[in-house]
């Protein structure tokens, strides 16, 4: 009988569909964690404690097939997955569309100046005049990072007549390669990051990047925050040498109370909420296991497959 571990936060939505012929292992908490991966074939490890998931791994000593909501898995020890030859399928996709929202959410946010807007209503103050004046429709925008969240990223903003210059390996017309794109970070407003999180991309934003950067231009950051050097970011903006930020992630997270970036007017901070921005991350994530079970239980490949050799 094949053995699932699974945590009981997607128990609802998977347990009434689920094969009869299967031992199920749910678990709540670190510790029960640690007991229901024993012997387990099968393992969907997602907790909030990312600590605890790579507990879990290591205590999952059959395990063949890891299951995660979660896209990017830098903080699980990559060499046990490889030692041991597990396949691994990550949430690459799921959250993509209202990442892609956030995105264009948080360009017009600062276009639009809107957050001082908002201020400026809750102080029941009425404005004469827009505290921001730009306009997304004419503007240039550099995406680094072209997965599922990249593509999705891309036709939204030529939506609102956004030039989007994508950075490929491949390269191709209107694409630059990832030895280009540093040469020409001064023809954007806006610079989009969207890659993965691996040794390649660490900190690839630091401070030659932001000085290469227009005065008024912006960094949107939806990606890690391991890929820019924060405390060079910190005096891009504190100094003006760029327009502004929109962070969706940040190191560390939580930030700090009296981190310097939450004092800076011209830093925007979303909390990395943009992936929970929604109400179907859940049913997509049990549909689409549920699908990859099937196949898995019929010999058949799952899907999207995540490669520690890569790191995405």
């Not at 550099?142 to 036709?155: D, N, R, V, W």
């Not at 011209?266 to 921005?277: D, F, V």
């Amino acid at each position: 009988m094949t053995t699932l571990a699974i945590s009981g936060l997607i128990r609802p939505l998977l347990e009434p569909q689920l094969p009869a012929d299967l031992d199920v292992r749910w678990f709540m908490t670190a510790e029960e964690a640690i007991d229901a991966v024993k012997g387990a074939e099968i393992g969907w490890f997602d907790m909030n404690d990312k600590e605890a998931m790579a507990k879990a791994l290591h205590a999952a000593t059959e395990l063949k097939w890891l299951n995660s909501i979660y896209a990017g898995l830098d903080f699980l020890p990559m060499d046990v997955l490889i030692e041991r030859d597990i396949t691994v399928t990550n949430g690459v996709g799921i959250n993509a569309i209202t990442i892609a929202e956030y995105v264009v959410m948080g360009m017009l946010n600062i276009a639009k100046g809107y957050r001082d807007v908002m201020r400026a209503a809750e102080r029941r103050e009425w404005l004469l005049d827009s505290p921001g004046k730009r306009e997304l429709a004419g503007s240039k925008a550099l995406l680094l990072g072209y997965g599922a969240i990249g593509k999705l990223i891309k036709p939204r903003l030529e939506a609102f007549d956004v030039d989007v210059t994508v950075v490929r390996r491949s390269g191709g017309e209107g694409v630059l390669t990832p030895d280009e794109w540093r040469g020409r970070l001064g023809d954007f407003d806006w610079v989009i990051l969207a890659v993965p999180s691996t040794p390649e991309t660490e900190n690839m934003i630091g401070a030659d990047e932001l000085a290469a950067m227009k005065s008024h231009a912006v960094l949107v950051n939806i990606a890690r925050g391991e890929v820019v050097d924060q405390p060079a970011l910190v005096e891009a903006l504190r100094s003006r040498a760029i327009g502004g930020a929109f962070l969706d992630v940040t190191t560390p997270e939580p930030l700090p109370e009296d981190h310097e970036l939450w004092a800076l007017d011209n830093a925007h901070i979303s909390m990395h909420l943009s992936g929970r921005a929604q109400d179907k991350m859940f049913i997509r994530s049990a549909t689409r296991f549920l699908e990859n079970l099937q196949n898995y239980l019929a010999g058949k490949p799952v899907a999207p497959i995540f490669d520690p050799h890569l790191g995405y």
